[in-house]
């Protein structure tokens, strides 16, 4: 499988690369196996039953800078309740799909996301 067109303007045009002052929750994720080692920090600020903003720092491969920049694009704007259970299955099909190699990458901005919440 080759990368999508909007897997590629993620990863060469990310959204939400950054951290939030003062945000309402944040986490740190980080990915071990098959020789990847991403670590993504993730800061979030609700506005009310909403996540208002998102933003990631990400010492990663191509795949989670695009799983993460794409994770920000879907989640902004969405109810808290639904945020909180994205699955890498939400982020793949949001993505036009990915390599099975990459599939790491959405598990871990799907991961991201619900730990960030549910702090």
Do not use: W
Not at 39 to 51: E, F, N, P, S, Y
Not at 58 to 81: D, K, Y
């Amino acid at each position: 499988m080759s990368f999508s067109e909007r897997y590629l303007d993620h990863f060469s045009h990310p959204r939400g690369v950054g951290e939030i002052a003062n945000p309402t929750c944040s986490c740190e994720v980080q990915h071990e196996g098959g020789g990847c080692f991403d670590r993504v920090k993730l800061t979030a600020r609700l506005d009310g039953d909403r996540v208002a903003e998102v933003k990631f720092r990400a010492r990663a491969c191509s795949g989670t800078i695009a799983a993460c920049s794409a994770m920000v694009e879907v989640v902004t704007g969405m109810e808290v309740s639904r945020a909180k259970v994205l699955t890498s299955e939400d982020l793949t099909e949001f993505l036009g799909g990915i390599p099975e190699k990459k599939q790491h990458s959405v598990e871990l901005a799907a991961r991201a996301i619900v730990e960030c919440l549910a702090s």
